[in-house]
């Protein structure tokens, strides 16, 4: 009997919506993506047609055009991309920007930004790491300074996904460099606005080819007062905070379902495989592997679709969301690893999504807060 890992929280509206995305993914993304993985970055085009197909923030209200779904929406475009692979349509940071304006934005914030982005005119992205500060947030040291009725930002930010194209970045500076985390605001760039905003060169990454990360440069850049997000000053680390259990679930869903992807990919190559006159899939030592990494893969599955639920209905709390995170992707990195041991040679090379899955696994336990990060987290909730 097959493994069931239709997620608990499914229903007929939700399975078909997952059909609609599965189409899309194979019919659009998958060449979009291998295009994008030889460029670095996907064609700006693809996210019009992404948003004209509804794929983008499903769980913004339609008052600002959105699907008005909530996060099992988003989950299903998660799954979907990560079950494959085809990663360089980041929708996860995109999403997480789009909520920062619906949590914290002021009514105008949202109005103006919120149905570009659900159309795809604007991509969004997040800058918060620099050279010298990571999972550290306060110890940033982008500035911005109060001149009259506007903003003057100076710094810089790195490893930023999305930064090639991004038409909206959340830029997390210091306002007040004598207040700790109260001295900490976040700033809402319109990038073809802003003058004295430069990006980088893309940054050469070891995975997710196809995913633009670069530098992000501000130099003097003049911002009106209203940039502010939510127009008050000091709440930017607050706002931050409050939004990473939905930054870190999604991790936790993409990683589920890459491993879901690469243990399908790996049953379907084991037993066509011929190794010593019999199927791959026949030795016990095979039997063994896969039994291992079905029982990680359910587990995963259980685990995620409880904070999905919890997520959509508004009560996971941020030391449950980072369990999520720090098992998935820990998971993941373990399930991946034996999944391509499987593949033997053809494994290592780039003719098998199963190499692709194993270099785009390991940001995983990188990014959204590391994994040493999140035990941090955990442990000051017990």
């Not at 605001?185 to 905003?197: M, Y």
Request: proline content about 3%; overall charge negative.
């Amino acid at each position: 009997m097959p493994i069931d890992l239709r997620p608990t929280w499914a229903n007929e509206e939700l399975d078909a919506w997952r059909e609609s995305v599965a189409r899309f993914v194979e019919d659009e993304v998958a060449p979009a993506d291998a295009k994008a993985r030889e460029q670095g970055h996907l064609d700006p085009s693809f996210w019009r047609r992404a948003g004209e197909l509804g794929m983008l923030c499903t769980d913004i209200p339609d008052t600002f055009g959105g699907a008005g779904g909530d996060f099992r929406h988003e989950a299903v475009v998660h799954e979907e991309l990560a079950r494959r692979s085809l990663l360089s349509l980041n929708t996860g940071v995109h999403s997480i920007a789009a909520h920062y304006f619906l949590n914290h934005g002021t009514p105008q914030q949202q109005e103006d930004f919120l149905p570009r982005m659900v159309t795809g005119e604007l991509v969004g992205a997040l800058a918060m790491t620099e050279p010298g500060a990571g999972s550290d947030v306060q110890a940033i040291r982008t500035r911005a300074q109060r001149h009259g009725d506007q903003w003057v930002l100076n710094g810089s930010k790195t490893f930023i996904s999305n930064g090639l194209l991004a038409g909206v970045i959340m830029v997390l500076a210091k306002t007040d460099p004598n207040a700790g985390a109260k001295g900490i605001s976040i700033f809402v760039v319109e990038t073809a606005k802003a003058p004295g905003f430069r990006v980088g060169k893309l940054i050469d990454k070891i995975g997710l080819k196809g995913q633009d990360t670069t530098e992000l440069f501000f130099d003097e850049m003049r911002l009106p007062a209203n940039a502010l997000l939510g127009e008050i000053e000091g709440r930017g680390f607050a706002q931050a905070m409050g939004d990473l259990p939905y930054e870190r679930t999604i991790i936790g869903v993409s990683s589920v379902a890459a491993m879901e992807g690469a243990l399908a990919a790996t049953l379907t190559y084991v037993r066509e495989r011929q190794v010593f006159g019999q199927r791959l899939a026949d030795l016990q030592n095979t039997k063994f592997k896969l039994a291992e990494i079905a029982t990680q893969v359910k587990v995963a599955r259980v685990f995620i679709d409880d904070c999905i639920k919890r997520l959509a209905a508004g009560t996971l709390d941020t030391a449950t969301a980072s369990m999520a995170k720090l098992w998935c992707s820990e998971a993941q990195a373990r399930v991946v690893d034996e999944c391509l041991q499987l593949f033997g040679g053809y494994g290592y090379t780039t003719e098998y999504m199963i190499s692709r899955m194993y270099t785009d696994a390991r940001i995983q336990r990188i990014y959204g807060g590391t994994n040493e990060i999140m035990k941090e987290v955990i442990s000051r909730a017990l």
